[in-house]
């Protein structure tokens, strides 16, 4: 069997799929932001797959800044769960409904 | 060779991935999230590209993943979800089919078109794709004539800088003001106002989030039949 970018492109739509369904199922905002990295992951993936095939480096430069709109992203995710968690002890996505204005 | 390296990262990719979603411990769903990015990493080196992967170990299991582990353990939410309990009525079924629907388009689409799914003119024909998005062509220029079609010739890190210092280089500034943002963002989230602060209100699911046991039961008996 040879190895092509189709394996690739499979093994990143199975990583993307668990991510949604983890994003939908679990109630824990930072498990629910672990499995948003775990997408981000997956397209990274199907990223780096097409630049190799297409020769292309414009693949691996999308992924560099998927990688820093993440940690960003991370950052003031993190910074809300923080400042919430401060007020009430338990969270889950539920509590999170009060941002609304 | 690749083909094994493929095989033995993928389905460790797989198993963080369902490890993230099916631990209770968010501990360990954050070590099995590092399990996954590991072997993303090996993903990206087993396609060339070293400085992603290093980039990936580097940026994700070394400050985000870090990141979350000093949330989960300063705000001591290391309390277990209880995940026999479903809060509303019909989430995990509609969630599922959610997940299985993306992954059977996203398997179509990897696999129907040939070449998985790949549609545009390969990258080195450059006149064709620099038409649409105006930017594989400088991205391809950047390489020595002789080296175009071998990447494999010069360093992966070489060909990244110079792209993302010359053609990419505003893009690269405006990420720069991004994470600027960010910092600044998550320090006035983080900062301890002064004075009381004043109780949030309660969200109105709250009641019907939490119904008596009995009632819990019978949601159950219902999402069983």
Known sequence: MELTSTWYLVLSAILFSLGATGLLVRRNPLIMFMC??????????????????????GGEISVFFVLVVAAAEVVVGLGIVVAIMRRRSEATADDLSVLRG | MELVVFLIAGALSIIGALGLILFRNPMHSVLSLVLSLFAVA??????????????????????????????IMLLGVDQSEDLSVEPIAGQRPIALAIGAAILVLAVLFATSAPDGGVTGAMAVTAEKVDSITGTTRSATAALPDNQVDGRE???NIDQLGRSLFTDYVFAFE???????????GAVLLARKPKG????????????AAAPPSDETSELNEREDA
């Open chain 1, 36 to 57: 948003l990295e775990l997408m981000l992951n997956a397209v990274n993936l199907t990223f780096v797959t097409f630049g190799n095939e297409l020769n292309d480096l």
């Open chain 2, 42 to 71: 090996v993903l990206f080196l087993n396609q060339d590209a070293q400085f992603l992967a290093a980039v990936q170990v580097i940026v994700y299991a070394g400050a985000i993943v870090v990141l979350f582990l000093f949330v």
């Open chain 2, 153 to 155: 010739l010069d360093p």
């Open chain 2, 174 to 184: 405006v990420t720069a003001l991004l994470l600027t943002i960010a910092v600044v």
């Open chain 2, 196 to 207: 009381e602060l004043a109780p949030l209100p309660q969200p109105p699911t709250k009641a």
